[in-house]
């Protein structure tokens, strides 16, 4: 039972992008949109030559900014406060979820590759502001993205979260291998399941629906 398993959780890790709200949202279409631009802007390549960097240095380095950062010595705070100032009025409040969270034993932090006060805005617009104890972001694991092992380290360190009574919700399975490894129980959400094989064995759980899934946890 789902419930069973995690009956041992008292810290609740979530990421932000396409976990706390639906993919469908496609926040992620203007992000990319704004991040094509800025590379085009800061390294003076064309529109096809910028989405390549940004597609490559996501699949090579966990995100496109660890890999402007390493290949360019790119500044990021600037980059974070661009490529996140976004329009989020489509985002739908989510009152279940709210619950759900609001109700769940123990510390709850959000952990995400993008910024802290990005995160702040989307957890505002959906209406789940004020359920958690942290909200940390690449700035606080010295910009090392996930799935760092490292990176993992520092976050957890600031936050208190003990691996062993842990569980990370994450829409990424990339981001999960360490959580795993780690001993924290690991939920992969998303709208399809990955094909269950020896590269998803890190991966205990897979959900659709993160409020419904709360519920069978309580």
Same mark, same amino acid.
């Given at each position: ?119 702040? +805005?989307? $957890?505002? *617009?959906?209406?789940?502001? !004020? ?7 690449? &700035?606080?694991? %010295? ?5 760092e092992r490292a990176a993992f380290d ?19 399975? +990339?981001? $999960?291998? *360490?959580?795993?490894?780690? !001993? ?7 709208? &399809?399941?990955? %094909? ?23």
């Amino acid at each position: 039972m789902v419930k069973k398993a995690f009956s041992h959780v008292r810290h609740w890790v979530f990421d932000l992008d396409n976990t706390l709200y639906h993919p469908s949202a496609r926040l992620f279409d203007q992000i990319e949109v704004k991040m094509t631009n800025y590379v085009m802007a800061e390294l003076g390549v064309d529109q096809a030559e910028a989405d390549h960097l940004r597609s490559s240095y996501w699949r090579d380095h966990g995100t496109t900014l660890a890999g402007l950062m390493r290949e360019h010595k790119m500044d990021p705070l600037p980059y974070l406060e661009a490529v996140h100032d976004i329009s989020m009025d489509h985002l739908p409040k989510d009152p279940d979820l709210a619950t759900c969270i609001k109700a769940l034993p123990g510390k709850r932090i959000v952990y995400t590759n993008g910024s802290a006060p990005y995160a702040k +805005r989307v $957890l505002a *617009a959906r209406g789940l502001d !004020g359920l958690f104890d942290g909200i940390y972001g690449v &700035e606080h694991a %010295e910009f090392r993205p996930k799935p760092e092992r490292a990176a993992f380290d520092m976050v957890f360190d600031k936050a208190g979260i003990h691996a062993e009574t842990a569980a990370m919700f994450e829409d990424d399975p +990339r981001n $999960l291998t *360490a959580p795993y490894a780690m !001993g924290m129980r690991t939920v992969h959400v998303a709208p &399809e399941a990955l %094909e269950c094989d020896t590269e998803t064995r890190h991966i205990h759980h897979h959900t659709d629906d993160l409020a419904g899934f709360l519920a069978k946890v309580l």
